[in-house]
Antibody
Framework: QVQLVESGGGVVQPGGSLRLSCAAS????????MHWVRQAPGKGLEWVAF????????HYADSVKDRFTVSRDNSKNTLYLQMNSLRAEDTAVYYC??????????????WGQGTMVIVSS | IQLTQSPSFLSASVGDRVTITCRAS??????LAWYQQKPGKAPKLLIY???TLQSGVPSRFSGSGSETEFTLTISSLQPEDFATYYC????????FGQGTRLEIK
């Protein structure tokens, strides 16, 4: 079935790095734009990053720009988020989400289960 | 683009009709989606293009609006509908509303 599975979360010290992965199955990953969205404990959803289906274009939220890098390996059906210079405020559950175009409109129709990142000394 | 949902918290009973409003700081045409999130779970897409029901979503959910004002209506609350609801604009890079927590009265 259509599925996204995140991994790579954990506890990291401030200033440290972590790489998240999102394994896709059940759909043509190489045709899909992908996003990362995060949710701090007890808070709402925050969009983090986008990568075009072929990796040719990326965009980031201001809060993570120059610290996080989104990438993908279409041969492995996997999305990545490299997180550097981590701060306490990056503590959150990180979700990957698939973008689908319905006619002229898009939405995030498939989400992973999330992976928790805790930035703490 | 900022999205402001109201109310932030809503207490209602099974069978009630409820409406959640999402206001955008500037026009987003119909590039608006609604999601439902239950505790410990990922968000689930309910509505896209402001008013189109995602496949498999019960017809008691409906959406309306355009540009800066949107509503999500649940016509007759069921026990499984108690959750947090978020609007999202996709006219520019995505942003979400702060959420509306719907609880059982």
């Amino acid at each position: 079935q259509v599925q996204l599975v995140e991994s790579g979360g954990g506890v990291v010290q401030p200033g440290g790095s972590l790489r998240l992965s999102c394994a896709a199955s059940g759909f043509t990953f190489s045709n899909s734009g992908m996003h990362w969205v995060r949710q701090a404990p007890g808070k709402g959803l925050e969009w983090v990053a986008f990568i075009r289906y072929d990796g040719s274009y990326k965009h980031y939220a201001d809060s993570v720009k120059d610290r996080f890098t989104v990438s993908r390996d279409n041969s492995k059906n996997t999305l990545y988020l490299q997180m550097n210079s981590l701060r306490a405020e990056d503590t959150a559950v990180y979700y990957c989400a698939k973008e689908t175009w319905f006619g002229g409109y898009d939405a995030f129709d498939i989400w992973g289960q999330g992976t928790m990142v805790i930035v703490s000394s | 683009i900022q999205l402001t949902q109201s109310p932030s918290f809503l207490s209602a009973s099974v069978g009630d009709r409820v409406t959640i409003t999402c206001r955008a700081s500037q026009g987003v045409s119909s590039y608006l989606a609604w999601y439902q999130q239950k505790p410990g779970k990922a968000p689930k897409l309910l509505i896209y293009a402001a008013s189109t029901l995602q496949s498999g979503v019960p017809s008691r959910f409906s959406g309306s609006g355009s540009e800066t004002e949107f509503t999500l209506t649940i016509s007759s609350l069921q026990p499984e509908d108690f959750a947090t609801y978020y609007c999202q604009q996709l006219n520019t890079y995505p942003t979400f509303g702060q959420g509306t927590r719907l609880e059982i009265k």
